[in-house]
């Protein structure tokens, strides 16, 4: 896998590797929205008469048009982009009074956004895509058998180093905490600090860590953080970071090895024995959205066969739609990423919906400000 992973390959071979697939035509003729009921007697006004510009709460990097290219070429107008830094952050943001139409949480946070009541289920029946997507991550989209989340990306998250400044001593979540490269680490500011600490110490379930272990976890990880550079929030900040060679070794999304790929640097994308993190991320849609018809097209076009590809192709990003043909993917790579087994993401530690996040999020706190 790390052989893979550091040698240099084309854009082409490479980017896919994210990808789960089977084989597929572009999306069918788009339906025209009509007006339909959000709950029984309860009408909507057809999409003509909404305001329009949808306000998209999402992470920088996906307010790229080629994502929902379909969705500007039915005419409707550009959305106003918002940018997020991490889901607690998102949430606490909505918490605080902000109203976007869509956010674009990961799917272990559903509940989290069901449960402050700021959301309502999508009509998947106004989703032409909706079949194409894996029926996997769709039902982990579901909170008591209802569609509050749509599933679109998915990933891992492991340790990214670079190969010629840095010589693990095993393949380890430990190389974070690695006291030779005191100053070149950099942690994402967030609490899944708290997660990989308690795989590393083998905890049973890190997601639901008693008082005890999380107090264990935040005395070892307000000890280790004397080797950190910084806490990144903004992943262009850290990649601008890590390619000025600033970091060295870096909690990292698949985006981030495409980009130090593209700029030409050595690095590895670890596997570590701890298993690497995976995420679904997708789209919640705002109960209170005048934009109800905008929203559905708008997610039915980053569903699309067309964003799927270009996802793939430029962030190495898996994408919830199975219709990829994987025949046009470099065979070694469908093998290194088990991309012929769409339960691949099963075999890594799947991040999970934490019962009590804030205390989670008060210990994080307490880690920093220590």
Known sequence: MDEILSRSVDRRTFLRAAAIGGAGLLASCRRAPTAAPASPGAE??????EPGVLTVFEWAGYEIPQLYKPYLQEGFPEP?????TSDDQALAKV????????????????RDWVDLGVVQPWDTSLISNFPKLD???????????????????????????????????????????????AGK???????????????IKGFEDPWNMTDEQLEDVKADLIEKKKVVRNFWQSQTDMENDFAAGNIWIVYAWPGTVAA??????????????????????GFVLMAD?????HAHEFV????????????????????????????????DVVEAFSLDDPSVLQRTTFNRWIPDRAKYTRVWAEVKAA
């Open 95 to 110: 918490r605080g009074g902000f109203a976007p139409d869509v956010v674009h949480p990961c799917i272990d946070y559903t």
């Open 185 to 199: 680490i950099s942690w994402w500011d967030d609490p899944i600090n708290l997660i990989i600490n308690a795989m």
């Open 289 to 293: 959205t005048e934009n109800y018809f």
């Open 260 to 281: 130090m790929q593209k700029k030409g640097l050595p690095v590895v994308y670890m596997e570590p024995k701890e298993t690497r993190l995976s995420w679904i991320c």
């Open 80 to 84: 106003k982009f918002t940018f997020l």
């Open 44 to 49: 909507r006004p057809p999409i003509e008469q």
């Open 300 to 331: 039915d076009a980053w569903l699309a066969d067309r964003s799927a590809i270009w996802l793939l192709n430029n962030y190495y990003y898996g994408h919830s739609n199975t219709s990829i043909d994987l025949g046009k993917v470099d065979p």
């Open 135 to 181: 029926p996997n991550m769709v039902a982990e989209g579901q909170v008591d058998g209802q569609q509050y989340h749509i599933p679109v990306d998915w990933g891992f998250s492991a340790p990214l180093y670079r190969a010629d400044k840095v010589e693990p001593r095993e393949d380890s979540w430990t190389i974070m905490y690695d006291e030779r490269y």
